[in-house]
Nanobody, 130 residues
Framework: QVRLVESGGGSVQSGGSLRLSCTAS????????MAWFRQVPGKAREGVAS???????YYANSVKDRFTISQDNAKHTLYLQLNSLSPEDTARYYC????????????????????????WGQGTQVTISS
């Protein structure tokens, strides 16, 4: 049974930083695809960043150069460093795991959409004020 628990959300002013953590238990292997998604009420959940155990990392264009995804396999913890935050980053942030990934098509990759991620945390709220 995979269980994901996020923490680290909060309220900060525009330009500030936060560090989100996701502690995983029951994850099958260090090469699994792990990802961060975010969602605001009334909108679809969007992929923010993903990482796999082979060093593959993906960022959505909206967060590239501002957010950094990383993982500590020894601690079974996934991180998301959020810098230069703006009110547009306000959302509930979710950690997700896809033990079937990464996938191969000329190179390894993780999915960037919620479909395929079978395991989810409860989310942590990030609120940015201007």
């Amino acid at each position: 049974q995979v269980r994901l628990v996020e923490s680290g959300g909060g309220s900060v002013q525009s330009g500030g930083s936060l560090r989100l953590s996701c502690t995983a238990s029951g994850v099958t292997g260090t090469s699994d695809c792990m990802a961060w998604f975010r969602q605001v009420p009334g909108k679809a959940r969007e992929g923010v960043a993903s990482i796999d155990g082979y060093g593959g990392i993906y960022y959505a264009n909206s967060v590239k150069d501002r957010f950094t995804i990383s993982q500590d396999n020894a601690k079974h913890t996934l991180y998301l460093q959020l810098n230069s935050l703006s009110p547009e980053d306000t959302a509930r942030y979710y950690c997700a795991a896809d033990p079937e990934g990464p996938y191969y098509s000329g190179g390894y990759y993780c999915l960037h959409t919620p479909v395929g991620y079978n395991y989810w945390g409860q989310g942590t709220q990030v609120t940015i004020s201007s």
